[in-house]
């Protein structure tokens, strides 16, 4: 008789442990998913963050590039301006 409630103990360790193994394989599943969807929602959002980015220093660069034109012809007329004027008081 001490041999079947060995066995019987044994039983219950395995089952026991199979339980408890079931239990992680489902929680590493699930941490797995959810980790996997935090990681594409995160790569998702920064695409989009990065395009937006894109967009407005392409629209800034136009708004620098007139402005920078728009002093270049100020200074060509200043200086054109300034060599008259020291020309005649030569």
Sequence with gaps: MATKTKKAEITIIDT??????GLATKAN?????????VAMKSISLTE???????????????????????????????KGKAAKVLSKSK
């Design 29 to 37: 599943d699930l941490a797995f998913k959810t980790t996997e969807k």
């Design 16 to 21: 026991t442990a199979n339980k408890a193994l």
């Design 48 to 78: 989009k963050g990065v395009r937006l980015s894109s967009k407005i220093i392409k629209k800034v660069l136009k708004a620098s590039a007139k402005n920078q034109e728009l002093v270049f012809n100020t200074l060509d007329t200043v």
